[in-house]
C-alpha cells in the first residue's frame, strides 16, 4: 500500500520488457563443488556486478568455489 503507483507501473513495464532501461545481457559463470561437482550457471542480467555478487553468494554459503 505503501508503493508509489509510478514505481509498480515501471515494474510492469519491465517485466513484461516495454522499458528503455539496459539491455538484457547473457552471461555464463562455472563453479566447482565438493568433491570436483562442476556447476555451470547460465544467467540472463541487466547488472552483470549485481549477478555476480549474488552467484558468489549462492556458491559460497553451499561449500562451492566460483570462478568466471
Do not use: C, H, Q, W
Not at 555451470?40 to 568466471?68: C, D, H, P, Q, Y
Amino acid at each position: 500500500m505503501s508503493l508509489p503507483k509510478v514505481n509498480v507501473e515501471n515494474a510492469i513495464k519491465k517485466g513484461l520488457g516495454k522499458t528503455d532501461e539496459g539491455n538484457m545481457e547473457a552471461i555464463v559463470y562455472e563453479g566447482v563443488g565438493p568433491k570436483g561437482i562442476a556447476i555451470i550457471v547460465e544467467a540472463l542480467t541487466e547488472k552483470k556486478t549485481r549477478t555476480v555478487s549474488n552467484i558468489r553468494t549462492i556458491f559460497s554459503k553451499n561449500g562451492f568455489v566460483f570462478s568466471f
